[in-house]
């Protein structure tokens, strides 16, 4: 059983900053996939970005590229997101997402491919 604890998030304006972090404990192994989702109100839950550990390969959905920076830590086995440039649009519940292995990189973005889920955080981005 893997348990993922998120934080960070919160309130910002637009064009501001915000980080967030999931730390991953539990029966953890030295190899995997992990990625952060979100879900807006009335919306399906999308990708956001991936990142695999070791070799580091990542993904980003096209809204968020060039604006979200996703960073792993292996030694913490904790993953990151660096939100820049926020928009009103960016504002949902950001899931962290895990599985205990690496994902080939034509599957990263496939929300079933991955096995454990934080419980979300809030990201609101004002106007």
């Known amino acids: 059983q893997v348990q993922l604890g998120e934080s960070g998030g919160g309130l910002v304006q637009t064009g501001g900053s915000l980080g967030l972090s999931c730390a991953a404990s539990?029966?953890?192994?030295?190899?995997?996939?992990m990625a952060w989702f979100r879900q807006a109100p009335g919306k399906e839950r999308e990708f956001v970005a991936a990142i695999r550990s070791r070799g580091g390969q990542t993904s980003y959905s096209d809204s968020v590229k060039g604006r979200f920076t996703i960073s792993v830590n292996n030694a913490l086995n904790t993953v990151y997101l660096q939100m820049n440039s926020l928009k009103p649009e960016d504002t949902a519940v950001y899931y962290c997402?895990?599985?205990?292995?690496?994902?080939?990189?034509?599957?990263?973005?496939?929300?079933?491919?991955?096995?454990?889920w934080g419980q979300g955080t809030q990201v609101t981005v004002s106007s």
């Open positions: 539990g029966r953890t192994a030295s190899t995997y996939t």
């Open positions: 997402a895990r599985r205990e292995s690496w994902i080939i990189v034509s599957a990263l973005q496939s929300l079933q491919m991955y096995d454990n």
